[in-house]
């Protein structure tokens, strides 16, 4: 259903192309959030000012050099900024074109990002933070097991434990 999308990880630097997406995708789906007034120059600090590995992952629809290039060509449709980890890929903020909302493009990178750790033969997907009882981040207890960080260290979660 997304076939038709490549990925293209690169080093974090904002472009005016991502702002807009950035833009659409918030006044599309976080109207009232603490991120709703962020300008360029906000957007442009939260991708570079970082003390990590931060990558960018640009998705677009395949071209006709995807094949050789490994990168997409169009519109842009979805970004993920990433922080590339020893043990893991950990997803900062990912964001997504709101006219394509059927094709649920933020499964579609956490799924990306799966296929990308194992790849680069790293063990974890780390999908930040998580409050209980958040409807926007519900999405979140989809992807089985995974680990909270809690009062007692790390604590694992399965379908069978979150079901009692």
Not at 33 to 62: C, F, N, P, Q
Not at 91 to 112: A, C, H, K, Q, W
Request: hydrophobic residues 35%.
């Amino acid at each position: 259903h997304n076939s038709d999308l490549v990925g293209h990880m690169h080093n974090a630097e904002p472009s005016s192309e991502q702002y807009s997406l950035f833009r659409s995708y918030l006044d599309a789906r976080h109207r009232r959030g603490g991120m709703s007034d962020m300008t360029v120059l906000d957007y442009a600090m939260m991708v570079e000012d970082t003390h990590v590995d931060t990558k960018v992952i640009e998705y677009r629809r395949r071209g006709p050099d995807t094949f050789i290039t490994g990168k997409g060509q169009g519109e842009l449709i979805a970004v993920a900024l990433t922080d590339k980890m020893a043990d893991g890929l950990s997803m900062v903020y990912s964001y997504f074109n709101p006219d394509f909302e059927e094709r649920s493009l933020g499964t579609f990178m956490i799924l990306d990002h799966i296929a990308r750790a194992r790849a680069m033969g790293l063990p974890h997907v780390y999908l930040g933070y998580w409050v209980n009882g958040s409807r926007k981040m519900n999405y979140k207890m989809r992807f089985m097991p995974q680990e909270h960080l809690g009062p007692k260290g790390w604590e694992r979660y399965t379908n069978e434990a979150v079901a009692r």
